[in-house]
């Protein structure tokens, strides 16, 4: 059985007519007054946060490891390919080419 959602979205514009008509559900008034102690209370107090509890005790720091600068030869079409999808061409050749170790990695296992 499928789980039904109901999103819907609105715009800034339709937002703010809403609450001109008295449609919206947020007390606005009551947001505002809220200290940032009150607002992480409320936050803190809703029934998803229950399953949100963290312990950053033993956290770790991983500094990413710089790339390793290459040059190669690729077909042309191929380069031409990656440099039509715009800025950040090189990152989405690298990210391909990672993939492609990690698949060849868990095949391996």
């Known amino acids: 059985m499928s ?3 109901h999103i819907v979205r609105h715009t800034t514009t339709e937002l703010k007519a809403m609450q001109k008509r008295g449609e919206s559900k947020t007390d606005w ?4 007054a809220m200290s940032a102690a009150d607002i992480e209370r ?3 107090s809703g ?3 229950a399953s949100m ?3 950053w005790s033993s956290a770790t720091v991983e500094m990413p490891q710089p790339k390793a600068v290459l040059n190669m030869r690729v077909d042309p079409h191929v380069l031409e390919f990656f440099k039509q999808t715009g800025r950040g061409y ?3 050749i690298n990210a391909v080419l ?7 990695e868990h095949r391996t296992r």
């Open 29 to 32: 008034a009551k947001a505002r």
């Open 42 to 44: 409320a936050v803190a």
């Open 47 to 49: 029934p998803d946060e």
């Open 98 to 104: 990672k993939a492609f170790v990690e698949s060849q």
């Open 3 to 5: 789980k039904k959602e």
């Open 53 to 55: 509890k963290i312990d």
């Open 90 to 92: 090189q990152t989405r």
